[in-house]
Structure formats: structure tokens, C-alpha cells
């Protein structure tokens, strides 16, 4: 018996990805050639990333009955700014200012485009809610090579609706 396909039409990480491709433009991120990395921070700890660099990380997801075999699924997506200090000249009160200013780009960019249409495909139905949290610090992970600067954007998103098969 062959194994069973899920019922949503586009897997959470087909839409981390669209939602890099619509948070990006005009950014500090992009033009810098900056590292974006879905779901891992794996360039980070290896030392291959350019900075600055995003992570974004799934988190709770629900899917919500709205109809008989109608279905709502919703996503929690978080996006994690870094920026290094130690290769860095301005001050820390710069470089903090740059990742604000930088992930407020990212919040307007998905506000003009709630549902992540790319090449006329939406991949969201809309965007619920972006928050920012206040600045997390740096990081201190007794692994990390080197402490730095980090804040973060939380974004609850509305996925397509869809039917379940029974």
C-alpha cells in the first residue's frame, strides 16, 4: 500500500519559502547577499553564512473544521534576524537599529503582499499577524562560534482551505 499524501496543498516549507521570496526585496538582507536559511541554523554554526542572515522556523500549526470536509490550516512562522558585531565597526546601537530597521522592511514587504502571491500563485489566503519581539539579545550557545545580535518576527498565517478525502 502506498503511503498517504497529506490533504494541504503546499507543505509548510513550500511556504517558508514564498514567504523569503516576498520579505526580502529591498532589504539590507538582499543587498548584502545576506544568508537566508528555512528551518535550520545550520550555516550559522558551520560558518558558512553571510550576514546578515535570517532563519526561519515553523512553529504551531492547526488545522480548524469550517465545513463538513472543509478544512482552515494556520501556521506560526519565525523569523530570526543576526548580524555579527565582530566584524562589524559601528556600535552595537547601530548594528541594533540596522536589524530593526531591516525586519521592519521585511514586516512592510509582507504587508503589501498578505497573500504571498508569487508568478500569480497564492500560497497563504492572508497574513493574521506579524509581531516583533523586543531584542533578544545576542546569542550565547556555549556551540555558537561567536556571540551576535539577534531579534525576532513572529508571523501567524492563514494557509488555503481544504478539503479532507472522507
Known amino acids: 500500500m502506498a503511503l498517504r499524501t497529506a490533504n494541504e496543498p503546499y507543505s509548510v516549507v513550500t511556504v517558508m519559502n514564498a514567504m523569503a521570496t516576498v520579505m526580502t526585496p529591498n532589504t539590507l538582507l538582499n543587498q548584502l547577499g545576506g544568508t537566508v536559511a528555512i528551518d535550520t541554523r545550520d550555516p550559522l554554526y558551520q560558518s558558512t553564512a553571510v550576514y546578515p542572515a535570517i532563519c526561519i522556523y515553523e512553529g504551531p500549526q492547526s488545522s480548524a473544521r469550517i465545513h463538513y470536509k472543509l478544512w482552515q490550516p494556520k501556521v506560526t512562522l519565525d523569523v530570526v534576524y543576526y548580524q ?64 551576535m545580535p539577534e531579534r525576532a518576527m513572529s508571523i501567524q498565517i492563514n494557509l488555503a482551505p481544504y478539503a479532507s478525502a472522507n
Open 84 to 147: 555579527r558585531w565582530d566584524q562589524n565597526a559601528a556600535t552595537l546601537s547601530t548594528i541594533w537599529l540596522s536589524i530593526d530597521t531591516d525586519l521592519r522592511r521585511m514586516k512592510a514587504n509582507l504587508e503589501d503582499n498578505p497573500r504571498l502571491q508569487i508568478s500569480g500563485i497564492n500560497y497563504a489566503v492572508d497574513i493574521a499577524l506579524i509581531s516583533l519581539t523586543p531584542f533578544v539579545g545576542q546569542i550565547n550557545d556555549k556551540d555558537f562560534p561567536i556571540p
